[in-house]
Every structure is written in C-alpha cells, then in structure tokens.
C-alpha cells in the first residue's frame, strides 16, 4: 500500500510538480526559516522589538501559495505568513525592513507591526491585528470578483481571481470567521480559508476552543466544502489547495481547508510557552517538522542531492545576511509619514 502511494505521487509530479518547481518550493521553506531564526536572534540582541514566527507552519503556506496564480490572485495573509508571502513574491528585504521598522518597508511603510504582510503589486492584502477580520475582508474581495464575473466586467479572456485567507484555529471563535463563511458560501465567492491549526491559540488549547474535532468539521454548517489535511506535508497540502482553486475558479465556490500543524516555538518573543505545555509534546513535533520531510521526500526522489541542499543552505544564508544589512542601514520613516495616508500612497 504504501508503494503504491509514491507511485501515484511520483505520477502527479510529472504532471504539475517538476522538478524544478518542487526544488523552489523546497528553497522558500528553507529562506523563510533561515530568515525566521536570525528574527529570533536579532530580538534576543535586542535590535528588533518584537518578532512573531511561521515556523513550523512553513510546509502549508508553500504549498498553498504555489497552488494559485502567484500575483494573480489575492491572498490576505496572518501574521505566521512568511514563506507564503515569500512564495507568492515578497523578498528576504521586504521582511527584514518590516522587522526593523525601517523606511521604504512594502506593507505599511513601517506604520504597522512586523508580520502585517501586504504588498499592491502582488495581490497581497495587508491585514489589522484583531484576528479573523480578514475573514470578511477576504471574502469581500471575492464577492467583487464574482460580481465582475456575473456582470461581463472581466476583460477579454480573464479568470476570476481567487482569494485565499488565513488564520489561526483560535480565531475560528471569532464572529467574524462565521460571517465571512457563510456570505462566501451563500454567494458561492471564490474564497479559500486556510485555517492553520497548530492546537494553541497562545496558550489556550483546541479542546477549550471547539467541541468538534477540528476548523474542517465546521465547513458543514456553512453548506461549503471543507477538507483537513497534513499541513506539514507540503505536496498534500499544494494538492487539497489546488482542488479548492480549481472549484473556486470555476464558480463552484469557497472551501474551508484546515491544514494541521504545530509551531515549535512560543507564540511571539513575548511569551514563555513552557507555562502551558510540555517540552516533550514539542520535541515530538519538531520529528514532523515540514522541511526535514520535504527535504527527506526530495532526496529519496533523486530530486535533490546532499550538495545541491547544502548549496541551497549557503544561498538562503547569504540572502539572509544581505537583506539584514540591507535592513539595518535603512532610516527609520519620517515623522510625518506616521499621519500619512492610510487608503493611497
Ligand atoms: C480579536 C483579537 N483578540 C485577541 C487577540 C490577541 N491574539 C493575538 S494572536 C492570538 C492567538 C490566535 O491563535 P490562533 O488563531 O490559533 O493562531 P496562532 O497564533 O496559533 O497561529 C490572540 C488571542 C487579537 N489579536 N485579536
Ligand atoms: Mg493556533
């Protein structure tokens, strides 16, 4: 059974997934964890203030992100959303300005906290801090799409766009999540909601959020769609994303895809998860961790050697040190630019 399982994969790639696109996907988890780690360490030097992390979440939002039309498509990220972003078009630059604060950042000119990811020329829609109000947000732009569509206002030969959001599972909780569902489900938009669910909102488990098993469960009260997936395999999770973008494209709707994942780290560098779980239950899930897989999965493909990933490893680096310097030398934004405009500029 399990033979027959990398037959069927080995298949799909041929298809869609050729080598060289599974070898970028497997650069965009590496450069956002690379980048990720020195956020860490730039904090605990105390040059940035604050840094809230996607790792460990890196596996889902590559896979969804190169199931859509990159910079076609909308997506309307959360804050755990970096190699997403980072797969969709954003640079090592781009995050480490934000992180810095530093003028000329892409998403708010620094008038936002790190990880508020927005970028006009990509589709990328920069978000506000109380989770799940890119729910209804998103599922708003979609409806405009589906409005164009219905009423022959796409050009000649244009697809809808398709609009992929995220959140967490806490926010599921939120009102707002309900809202956006069900207007999308209702007007059949052309939404994904992509709950990444880690089990903690902070440090409040799933079990303390909802009484069903899962965000998937909920897709039935809605009358949509709704799929859970690993979401530390990347490929399952490109596959399921691709489907919901296929079916969203085509008029057939929204989907609710739950990609189950876990963030080995605490919440932001402001918080001590120690307090509310074990380093044990941790240290199992770092075993799982979605780039040791893809990495394991490519090599044993013939896709990737040792010495191709070590120079993957050297490159992610250097990007990394260059865009930090980049970053650094930066000034900070003028004064006046914090009264600035907030719709245009
Ligand atoms: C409306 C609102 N309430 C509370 C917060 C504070 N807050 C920020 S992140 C977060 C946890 C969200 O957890 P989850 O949705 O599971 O996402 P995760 O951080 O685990 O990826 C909370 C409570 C907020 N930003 N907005
Ligand atoms: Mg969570």
Known sequence: MADQTVIIRRRQHDE??????????????????????????????????????????????????????????????????????????????????????????????????????????????????????????????????????????????EDMRVTLTCLGEGSTSQGDFYEGLNWASVFNLPLIVLVQNNLYAISVPLDRQMSVGGPAERACAYGMTGIAVDGNDVIATYRVVKEAVERARSGQGPTLVEAKTYRP?????????????????????????????????????????????????????????????FAEQQPYPDVEWGVGPVFAG
Request: hydrophobic fraction near 35%; charge should be neutral.
């Open 16 to 157: 869609d997934l050729p080598p060289e696109t599974l070898l970028d996907m497997y650069y965009k988890l590496l450069l956002s964890r690379r980048l990720d780690e020195r956020m860490w360490v730039l904090h605990r030097q105390g040059k940035v203030a604050f840094h809230i992390s996607g790792m460990g979440h890196e596996g889902c939002q590559v896979g969804a992100a190169f199931a859509l039309r990159r910079g076609y498509d909308y997506v309307h990220p959360y804050y755990r959303d970096m190699a997403l972003c980072l797969s969709i078009g954003m640079t090592a630059r781009d995050m480490m300005l934000a992180i810095y604060g530093r003028k000329g950042e892409p998403s708010s000119g620094a008038r936002q906290m790190p990880a508020h990811f927005g970028y006009k020329a990509l589709n990328i829609v920069s978000g506000s801090s109380p989770v799940a109000t890119q729910v209804p947000q998103a599922a708003g732009i979609a409806f405009a799409e589906r409005y164009k569509k219905i009423n022959g206002l796409l050009k000649e030969g």
């Open 265 to 325: 780290v605490p919440h932001s560098s402001d918080d001590d998860d120690r307090s509310y779980r074990s380093r044990e239950e941790v240290e199992e899930w770092k075993k799982k961790d979605p780039i040791l897989r893809m990495k394991a999965y490519l090599l044993a493909e013939g896709v990737l050697t040792e010495a191709l990933a070590e120079e993957y490893e050297e490159k992610a680096r250097s990007e990394v040190d260059e865009a930090n310097s």
